[in-house]
């Protein structure tokens, strides 16, 4: 018995150099750019802090005065939630209430003022199993750029759903003029941050985006991670401590900047003040190169 197929509607594969080998990635439209924001992209391990430090990060470069974007990337929709104090419907969400005519919509119907201005946008994704995480991105800025937010933006930041970088969850790195990485100081964390370096030196190759730095995080030591910097070519551009504040920020839906003002509090708030400016100011690339797997588990341990 034949069987005919018809062929999804997946966004077109790049014809020219592949970003990797043995996999097809996605290609967003050439054409649809960010503009002349600073673009950030936060990875890392699932689970380990990537919407805190995105969402604290942008307050913090809201407080240099900065106007700030931030982009989650997630289909649990949660990046934004602690600048808007509500889970905010995705652009998937609305764009199928207007049969995905994107015209349709207005930008109070995707965009959301957050806390001291930020402005916030829930990308999410596609329903499990179907679909295409960079499909969802490409949109996500594609109808920001039709409603010309991103013309008055300073600051963009993608958090980016956990350790799964594939070709389309690796997307945001196609705008990203930095990749930064949230790991703690465990080999888990290190190992998916091995794998996010292979990816954005992927990237590199076809697109401005290039390696930032480490933030460590929930931290007491880096020696961890300290060592596989060392081998890898990386640095630690900010540390935060495993703060019992920081996991009562989440749930009482509130960045740092709002939790009171306990002297190690404050530490925090002040590193993260520090970060945003160093970003701002400028980072310099790093041409860091990925441990094998064996080396990995090699290298990182107790004597």
Same mark, same amino acid.
């Given at each position: 018995?034949s069987?005919?197929?018809?062929?999804?509607?997946?966004?077109?594969?790049?014809?020219?150099?592949?970003?990797?080998e043995?996999?097809?990635?996605?290609?967003?439209?050439?054409?649809?750019?960010?503009? =002349?924001?600073?673009?950030?992209?936060?990875?890392?391990?699932?689970?380990?802090?990537?919407?805190?430090?995105?969402?604290?990060?942008?307050?913090?470069f809201?407080?240099?005065?900065?106007?700030?974007?931030?982009?989650?990337?997630?289909?649990?929709?949660?990046?934004?939630?602690?600048?808007?104090?509500?889970?905010?419907?995705?652009?998937?969400?609305?764009?199928?209430?207007?049969?995905?005519?994107?015209?349709?919509?207005?930008?109070?119907?995707?965009?959301?003022?957050?806390? =001291?201005?930020?402005?916030c946008?829930?990308?999410?994704?596609?329903?499990?199993?179907?679909?295409?995480?960079?499909y969802?991105?490409?949109?996500?800025?594609?109808?920001?750029?039709?409603?010309?937010?991103?013309?008055?933006?300073d600051?963009?930041?993608?958090?980016?759903?956990? *350790?799964v970088?594939?070709?389309?969850?690796?997307?945001?790195?196609?705008?990203?003029?930095?990749?930064?990485?949230?790991?703690?100081?465990?080999?888990?964390?290190?190992?998916?941050?091995?794998?996010?370096v292979?990816?954005?030196?992927?990237?590199?190759?076809?697109y401005?985006?290039?390696?930032?730095?480490?933030?460590?995080?929930?931290?007491?030591?880096?020696?961890?991670?300290?060592?596989? =910097?060392? !081998?890898?070519?990386?640095?630690?551009?900010? !540390?935060?401590?495993?703060?019992?504040?920081?996991?009562?920020?989440?749930?009482?839906?509130?960045?740092?900047?709002?939790?009171?003002?306990?002297?190690?509090?404050?530490?925090?708030?002040?590193?993260?003040?520090?970060?945003? *400016?160093?970003?701002?100011?400028?980072?310099?690339?790093?041409?860091?190169?990925?441990?094998?797997d064996?080396?990995?588990? *090699?290298?990182?341990?107790?004597?």
């Amino acid at each position: 018995m034949s069987v005919t197929t018809t062929p999804l509607p997946f966004p077109s594969v790049r014809t020219r150099r592949a970003d990797g080998e043995g996999s097809l990635q996605v290609a967003l439209d050439p054409d649809v750019r960010i503009g =002349n924001a600073r673009v950030f992209a936060v990875y890392g391990k699932g689970g380990i802090g990537k919407s805190t430090t995105s969402s604290n990060l942008s307050v913090a470069f809201s407080k240099l005065g900065k106007r700030v974007l931030q982009i989650g990337c997630d289909p649990k929709h949660d990046s934004t939630f602690t600048l808007t104090k509500r889970l905010m419907p995705t652009v998937i969400d609305v764009l199928e209430t207007v049969d995905f005519h994107s015209e349709e919509l207005r930008i109070e119907d995707f965009v959301w003022e957050g806390y =001291n201005g930020v402005m916030c946008v829930e990308a999410g994704g596609p329903p499990a199993g179907t679909g295409c995480g960079g499909y969802v991105v490409g949109q996500t800025v594609k109808l920001l750029k039709e409603h010309h937010l991103l013309e008055d933006t300073d600051v963009v930041i993608f958090d980016v759903l956990g *350790d799964v970088v594939c070709g389309g969850f690796a997307a945001p790195l196609q705008h990203a003029e930095r990749a930064l990485i949230v790991a703690a100081n465990d080999f888990d964390s290190i190992f998916a941050m091995n794998r996010i370096v292979q990816a954005i030196g992927a990237k590199s190759r076809n697109y401005g985006v290039r390696l930032g730095g480490v933030i460590a995080n929930r931290s007491a030591g880096t020696d961890q991670i300290d060592r596989f =910097n060392e !081998r890898a070519g990386l640095r630690t551009l900010a !540390r935060f401590p495993d703060l019992d504040v920081i996991r009562r920020s989440r749930l009482a839906k509130s960045t740092l900047f709002e939790m009171g003002d306990a002297p190690e509090l404050l530490a925090v708030q002040q590193e993260y003040l520090r970060l945003a *400016d160093a970003l701002w100011r400028g980072v310099d690339p790093l041409p860091a190169v990925p441990l094998k797997d064996r080396e990995i588990f *090699d290298l990182l341990g107790f004597d």
